[in-house]
């Protein structure tokens, strides 16, 4: 089997990185190549979740671990853009993202409805059991992506992508 040198490359780092063990960018590193999506979370209770904690509360890992479950690891809070689709340190890249299935190789991820019930369980104080198809609705992000102004999911990349320092 021949692989291409890049995606050979970037197998490597993903697996000598552990699956999902990659560095978190935050929501910022998103934001200029996915615009609209990044507006529509900002809408979302999501991007505020850290919030809703008291002083005391955001320094409880009982309640870190659904509002701000990535603020220990990776300094990122509330429940950001790779919370759900994974750090982006390796899938971020133009020329990954373009490809779809690199992107996931290197740990982008589809969440899934198993993924919003590690959140979202009986132990939340929500009145009503969690419905995943009305709360996907609430949370859409992806339709104004898809429908953006030049006809594109996203936008061209800008000139220099976003970079931890
Ligand atoms: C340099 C620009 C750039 C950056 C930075 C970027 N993306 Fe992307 N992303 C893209 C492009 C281009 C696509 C492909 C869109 C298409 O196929 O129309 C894409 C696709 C995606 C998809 C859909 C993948 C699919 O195949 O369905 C998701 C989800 C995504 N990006 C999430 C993120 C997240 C989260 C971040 C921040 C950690 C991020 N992206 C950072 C350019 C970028
Ligand atoms: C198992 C995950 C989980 C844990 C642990 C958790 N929360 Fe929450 N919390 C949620 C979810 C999900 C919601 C939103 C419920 C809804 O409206 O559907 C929420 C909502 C809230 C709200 C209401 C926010 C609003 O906008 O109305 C407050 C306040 C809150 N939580 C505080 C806490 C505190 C304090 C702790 C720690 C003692 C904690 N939570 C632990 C998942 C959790
Ligand atoms: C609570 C989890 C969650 C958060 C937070 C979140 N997303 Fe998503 N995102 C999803 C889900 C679920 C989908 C897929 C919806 C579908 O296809 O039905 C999605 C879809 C997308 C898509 C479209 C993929 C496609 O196929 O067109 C992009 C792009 C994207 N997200 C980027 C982002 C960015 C950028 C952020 C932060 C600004 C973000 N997401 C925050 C859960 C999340
Ligand atoms: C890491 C934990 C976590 C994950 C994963 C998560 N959520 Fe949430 N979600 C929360 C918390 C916490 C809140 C409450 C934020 C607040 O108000 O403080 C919330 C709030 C919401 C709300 C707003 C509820 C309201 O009363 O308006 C919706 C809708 C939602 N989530 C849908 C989803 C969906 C759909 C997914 C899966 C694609 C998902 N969430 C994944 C933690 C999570």
């Known amino acids: 089997m021949r692989a291409r040198g890049s995606c050979l490359l970037l197998l490597v780092l993903a697996l000598s990185g552990a699956a999902g063990a990659a560095d978190f960018l935050g929501p910022e590193s998103c ?4 615009p609209a999506a990044y507006e529509a979370w900002m809408q979302s209770k999501h991007a505020r979740a850290g ?6 509360q955001k ?3 009982r309640c870190l671990s659904c509002h701000a479950p990535d603020q220990g690891s990776q300094g990122v809070s509330h429940v ?7 750090g982006g340190q390796y899938y ?3 020329y990954v993202m373009k490809d779809a299935e690199l992107a996931r190789l290197v740990g982008l991820v589809d969440p899934s409805e198993k993924s919003c019930r ?7 104080p929500s009145l009503k059991p969690f419905d995943f198809v009305e709360s996907l609705k609430a949370i859409d992000h992806w339709s104004a ?5 030049k006809g594109t ?5 800008p000139p220099e992508p976003a970079k931890k320092k």
Request: charged fraction near 30%; charge should be negative; aromatic fraction near 0%.
């Open 145 to 149: 992506e898809r429908t953006g102004k």
């Open 59 to 61: 320094t409880d890992a």
């Open 118 to 124: 590690g959140c979202h369980d009986a132990s939340s």
């Open 153 to 157: 999911r996203a936008e061209a990349p």
């Open 51 to 56: 919030d809703s904690l008291s002083d005391a």
């Open 92 to 94: 971020s890249p133009a």
């Open 31 to 34: 934001k200029g190549c996915h």
């Open 80 to 86: 950001t853009c790779e919370t759900c689709h994974g």
